[in-house]
């Protein structure tokens, strides 16, 4: 059983960085891959970026790719998802996931922990 709790989000001008970070109260974190989503109103949730139980496999959306950086942090049990250079169309809810299985899934069903999501709005 993992406690996601996502925090970073706020109302960001394009083509600033953003950070985002989720702790977790979970014992099993380090056996857990993890993920960030995210979710406009009226739109399907979408795989941003997610990463194994170790951090060394790692698969960014094609949409951030070349400018997003997730990363994670076994001894703290945080995750954390940097955006650089934003765009309006990154405007959403952030959500922080994790999984049952080690290896990492670019499909949300597949993750079965999530945070309660951060907002994340950036103004042209």
């Known amino acids: 059983q993992l406690q996601l709790v996502e925090s970073g989000g706020g109302l960001v001008q394009a083509g600033n960085s953003l950070i985002l970070s989720c702790v977790s109260s979970?014992?099993?974190?380090?056996?857990?891959?993890m993920g960030w989503f995210r979710q406009a109103p009226g739109k399907e949730r979408e795989f941003v970026a997610v990463?194994?139980?170790?951090?060394?496999?790692?698969h960014y959306a094609d949409s951030v790719k070349g400018r997003c950086t997730i990363d994670r942090d076994n001894v703290k049990n945080t995750v954390t998802l940097r955006l650089n250079s934003l765009k309006p169309e990154d405007t959403a809810t952030y959500y922080c996931?994790?999984?049952?299985?080690?290896?990492?899934?670019?499909?949300?069903?597949?993750?079965?922990?999530w945070g309660q999501g951060t907002q994340v709005t950036v103004s042209s």
């Open positions: 996931a994790g999984r049952r299985f080690r290896s990492a899934s670019l499909k949300a069903p597949d993750y079965v922990y």
């Open positions: 979970g014992p099993t974190f380090d056996t857990s891959a």
């Open positions: 990463l194994s139980h170790t951090g060394n496999t790692i």
